[in-house]
């Protein structure tokens, strides 16, 4: 089905380990589309197995026509993955202007953009059009917030966001240590509330959010499976392999799965406590990704897509 208004910009979000990008994949073969990827680490190349990017396809496979350097999977693109090295800072404006970029090629195609992924804070910033504060990174200060954090813990620097600026602690990820001391960095820098600067402005897309609900007890033995699978994959070689390129304290290896991997190399635990922690942060996570979600009452939860084909049939038609 084309893309009748060249307008319409399709949103698969839920937490991790619900089946998202499958469903992508699903839909994007029956509408027409190609899909954006929006997960904070899949950006990063060489964090493949612990972030759980699809497999790139090889390039005898996709069509004659696809750049060998194109991430495509099930001969469907994927955009925004593998975008930059693990060692470089990546912002919610880079994300913005970069996923922005990709719909509008998809578009100019006469394909549906598919923006598929758990990572809130950049759905938001491409639904709401929001207009991201430019302060520049302050490396002095923060070294200086992530020691007091390694000092008194995350909830302390939370407790400092909440007095000097309580709108934006509703909004910010309390238990994220980059968005508490990202905002943190804002205020301090800039003299304005971060939640001030973060202004909306009409989008010129329009956008239909379809979130998967999972049962809870579903959803803990995806993630056991998952966990599994990474083990099987490689994941703790993958880890060496980052660490020894990179090093240790990379910010984009301060991730679930990654983090427990690297005290499992250290000696601090065993295999088996390693694989048991990340299923129970990662279990902790997509509680945190769903209390962000039911927060945005334009999403359409759902719990089987085929019956809700027609919906998406209108949506892009219309």
């Not at 020894?244 to 088996?272: C, H, M, P, W």
């Given at each position: 089905m084309e893309n009748k208004e060249l307008n319409k910009v399709l949103i698969i979000l839920g937490p991790t380990a619900s089946g998202k990008s499958e469903w992508a994949v699903k839909l994007a073969s029956r509408f027409n589309g190609e899909i954006i990827s929006a997960d904070s680490r899949q950006v990063y190349r060489g964090?493949?197995?612990?972030?759980?990017?699809?497999?790139?396809?090889?390039?005898?496979?996709?069509?004659?026509?696809?750049?060998?350097?194109?991430?495509?999977?099930?001969g469907i693109k994927h955009y925004l993955i593998d975008v930059v090295e693990p060692n470089k800072d990546f912002t919610v404006v880079d994300y913005k202007r970069l996923a922005e970029k990709a719909i509008k090629e998809i578009l100019s195609r006469g394909k549906l953009p598919i923006v598929c992924?758990?990572?809130?804070?950049?759905?938001?910033?491409?639904?709401?059009?929001?207009?991201?504060?430019?302060?520049k990174i302050d490396l002095k200060l923060r070294q200086k917030?992530?020691?007091?954090?390694?000092?008194?813990?995350?909830?302390?620097?939370?407790?400092?966001?909440?007095e000097i600026d309580p709108l934006s602690a509703q909004t910010v990820d309390l238990k994220n240590p980059r968005r508490v001391i990202r905002a943190l960095e804002v205020i301090i820098n800039s003299g304005k509330s971060f939640s001030s600067q973060q202004k909306r402005k009409k989008s010129k897309y329009e956008f239909l959010e379809l979130?998967?609900?999972?049962?809870?007890?579903k959803l803990k033995e995806n993630i056991s499976k998952r966990v599994e699978k990474m083990f099987k994959?490689?994941?703790?070689?993958?880890?060496?392999?980052?660490?020894?390129?990179?090093?240790?304290?990379?910010?984009?290896?301060?991730?679930?799965?990654?983090?427990?991997?690297?005290?499992?190399?250290?000696?601090?635990?065993?295999?088996?406590?390693?694989?048991?922690?990340?299923k129970m942060n990662t279990w902790h996570y997509a509680?945190?990704?769903?209390?962000?979600?039911?927060?945005?009452?334009?999403?359409?939860?759902?719990?089987?897509?085929k019956s809700y084909s027609g919906l998406i049939d209108d949506f892009i038609s219309r």
């Open positions: 964090l493949d197995i612990g972030t759980g990017k699809v497999p790139r396809g090889k390039y005898q496979e996709l069509e004659k026509n696809r750049q060998e350097d194109e991430y495509c999977y099930k992924g758990g990572t809130g804070l950049y759905i938001r910033a491409l639904t709401e059009n929001l207009s991201i504060p430019k302060v917030l992530e020691a007091e954090m390694e000092k008194y813990g995350l909830e302390r620097l939370a407790g400092k966001l909440k979130g998967i609900k999972i049962p809870d007890q994959q490689g994941l703790v070689e993958e880890t060496k392999k980052i660490v020894q390129k990179y090093r240790k304290g990379i910010k984009a290896l301060n991730t679930i799965g990654y983090k427990e991997v690297i005290d499992f190399l250290e000696g601090k635990i065993s295999k088996e406590e390693a694989k048991e922690k990340i509680k945190r990704q769903m209390t962000w979600f039911k927060k945005d009452k334009k999403i359409n939860w759902i719990d089987d897509f």
